[in-house]
């Protein structure tokens, strides 16, 4: 038995206003009702006007994922009737949406995929229903307009998953993707990127099962648990003889299950038509062209060129272009970009590493991100050139390092003069521990001698003791080769 899953995913496009009017798109923490006009709240006679700021989101999008952009696509309504959707439709696109056909690629289990887009269409969001104020249930329901109205895209993929790993991988690829082209923030807990799955079961190469929706998951985990949780119940069902309905379920976090909501409409039970108050969208080829010239590149081509041209490892070159927080590829570049010399990346593992170990693993204790930890691409290269020409034990350096964290004022030259430690190396000084380091490890000596380069670890480890971690660490392998080999 083979699952086949499906993903429908609306973002909320980062817009300074609504779709079709002036109304705030953001109305986070505002009182309910705020944030409304006539035009949002639908009021007979009114005449909504298309936001080119989303239209212009929507186009980026859709050429990131590699989609074809209609010169001409078209609005319409979509009926339905609900309280939350003052108008009693929806306006959105139809069989004419702005972009169609693309893919994205993403990795899964170590492997690349590609996962094809059907389509993605702006439409406006409904608003949102209380049926609760805090722990308090209401023996009615009030209405919050505010949300009405925001731009959204709605982005559909092929049927092209097969389990929930690949569906997770997808989606967190998907939102890396959006979140570092600046269409959407993609905050899960405001609602700003909602998944809804299509997943049905079927023998191994025969024609698909029924699909079963299930609507508005709002994290990974939900996306993950409730695609379990339906292949294993389809399966079941299956196994035992019992057909599947093509319906709608919910996931009820609570009982871990999904519970069936109602029977899945048909596009005909939402009465299509092309929205009589707006004309069809035009956009210019010199317009999407215009976009196209300012794409940044996508993570997955960021992995490939960590890897390719800067020599990281694949685990790393991923962990940075698709870390949820797109600042951290980026402070990666800049730092990279700043440690070259004559055009050369100088060490870009030392800046993954760095990025990886000690920033991210700070700033994932304290919940911040890269942008609110003072740690800048300058402030990283000085840090990391500082290391470098003084010849830094990995010890100070991750001293200087914290220091750094802690004061964002501090730059590493600074840093490094208010931690008090001179490095030891005058070689008059030196030479008097490294010959008492060689005289008391007479057997190291031997081994290093008779070709065992590693041994010379023991006698840097017994000098750096002597000297209690203040040797400057390159000088210090420079005299004591010269000891042992004279
Ligand atoms: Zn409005
Ligand atoms: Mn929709």
């Not at 119940?233 to 057909?243: D, I, N, S, V």
């Not at 402030?379 to 200087?400: M, N, Q, T, Y």
Request: charged share 25%; hydrophobic share 40%; with cysteine.
């Amino acid at each position: 038995m083979k699952p086949t899953i499906g993903l429908e995913i609306h973002v909320q496009l980062a817009t300074a206003s609504k779709l079709f009017c002036s109304c705030p798109a953001s109305s986070f923490g505002a009182p309910p009702n705020q944030n409304i006009c006539p035009i949002c709240a639908g009021d007979p006679g009114v005449l909504p006007v298309a936001n080119r700021q989303a239209v212009e989101r929507l186009i980026r999008m859709g050429l990131a994922l590699n989609c074809a952009i209609a010169e001409r696509s078209v609005f319409a309504r979509k009926s339905y009737f609900y309280p939350d959707l003052p108008k009693n439709y929806q306006i959105s696109q139809y069989d004419l949406p702005l972009a169609k056909g693309g893919r994205l690629q993403y990795f899964s289990g170590g492997e690349k995929r590609t996962a094809r887009i059907h389509r993605i269409h702006l439409e406006e969001d409904a608003g949102k229903l209380l049926h609760a104020i805090g722990a308090q249930e209401l023996a009615f329901s009030l209405v919050d307009f505010n949300r009405t109205g925001v731009a959204l895209a709605e982005t559909v993929t092929e049927p092209d998953f097969n389990n929930a790993q690949e569906a997770n991988d997808f989606l967190t690829t998907l939102r890396t993707t959006l979140r570092s082209l600046n269409v959407s923030n993609c905050d899960m807990e405001k609602g700003e990127f909602r998944v809804d799955v299509n997943v049905s079961v079927a023998p191994e190469g025969a024609a698909l099962g029924t699909r079963v929706e299930i609507k508005n998951l709002n994290s990974f985990k939900a996306v993950r648990d409730a695609l379990e949780y339906e292949i294993k119940r389809q399966k079941e069902a299956l196994a035992g003889g019992e057909k599947i309905r093509q319906e709608t379920r919910l996931w009820d976090v609570k009982n871990a299950a999904t519970e069936a909501l109602r029977s899945k409409e048909e596009a005909s039970d939402y009465r299509y038509f092309a929205e009589p108050d707006l004309k069809p969208l035009i956009v210019s080829r010199e317009w999407i062209e215009r976009v196209r010239g300012g794409l940044a590149p996508l993570p997955v081509s960021r992995a490939e060129s960590y890897e390719g041209r800067l020599g990281l490892g694949s685990k790393e070159a991923q962990t940075i272009a698709f870390h949820e927080d797109s600042g951290v590829a980026a402070l990666f570049e800049e730092t990279v970009g700043l440690c070259s010399v004559n055009g050369q990346a100088v060490e870009p593992k030392t800046a993954a590493n760095w990025i990886l170990n000690d920033l991210l693993g700070n700033l994932k204790d304290k919940n911040r991100s890269v942008a609110d930890s003072g740690m800048t691409a300058e402030r990283l290269a000085g840090f990391l050139k500082l290391v470098r020409a003084e010849g830094l034990s990995s010890r100070l350096a991750k001293d200087l390092f914290a220091k750094m964290l802690a004061d964002p004022a501090l730059e590493a030259g600074s840093a490094f003069k208010a931690s008090g430690v001179t490095l030891l190396s005058s070689e008059d000084a030196l030479l008097v521990f490294i010959r008492e380091a060689l005289q008391e490890n007479p057997r190291a000596v031997e081994e290093f001698k008779s070709g065992k380069e590693r041994a010379i670890q023991s006698l840097v480890g017994a000098v750096m003791k002597k000297t209690k971690g203040q040797a400057h660490p390159q000088k210090l392998q420079e005299l004591l080769r010269r000891e042992l080999t004279r």
